[in-house]
Nanobody
Framework: QVQLAESGGGLVQAGGSLTLSCVTSGGTFSGYAMGWFRQFPGKERAIVAAINWSSEGTFYADSVKGRFTISRDNPKNTAYLQMNDLKPEDTAIYYC?????????????????????????WGQGTQVTVSS
């Protein structure tokens, strides 16, 4: 059974930084597409960032481009979300997700492009609160 566990959330002042970690177990991490999502109160979860199995492909929501960085360490079965210059509007529950399917990335001219898709495995979420 695949399990994901996020950590690293907390309270930070605007302009500060946090790094979220997502450790997976019970599967073959190196073969997974990984994603970070967030959920605002009363809203559905939305993609924040995604990374393909080899780290060759990354995707960011427009709202976090230039501030957040997704990465992964396959030998450590861990994905990361480095969040810099945090804003109060980044306050949300952050979830990591994994999927062993191949449908999240398409290759055009040898480069991977994120096309979305459903994820089969989810963590429990970690709260990030940014104070103004």
């Amino acid at each position: 059974q695949v399990q994901l566990a996020e950590s690293g959330g907390g309270l930070v002042q605007a302009g500060g930084s946090l790094t979220l970690s997502c450790v997976t177990s019970g599967g073959t991490f190196s073969g997974y597409a990984m994603g970070w999502f967030r959920q605002f109160p009363g809203k559905e979860r939305a993609i924040v960032a995604a990374i393909n199995w080899s780290s060759e492909g990354t995707f960011y929501a427009d709202s976090v481009k230039g501030r957040f960085t997704i990465s992964r360490d396959n030998p450590k079965n861990t994905a990361y979300l480095q969040m810099n210059d945090l804003k109060p509007e980044d306050t949300a529950i952050y979830y990591c997700a994994a999927d062993e399917g191949l449908g999240h990335w398409k290759y055009y001219s040898g480069r991977p492009y994120y096309i979305g898709g459903e994820y089969g495995y989810w963590g429990q979420g970690t709260q990030v609160t940014v104070s103004s």
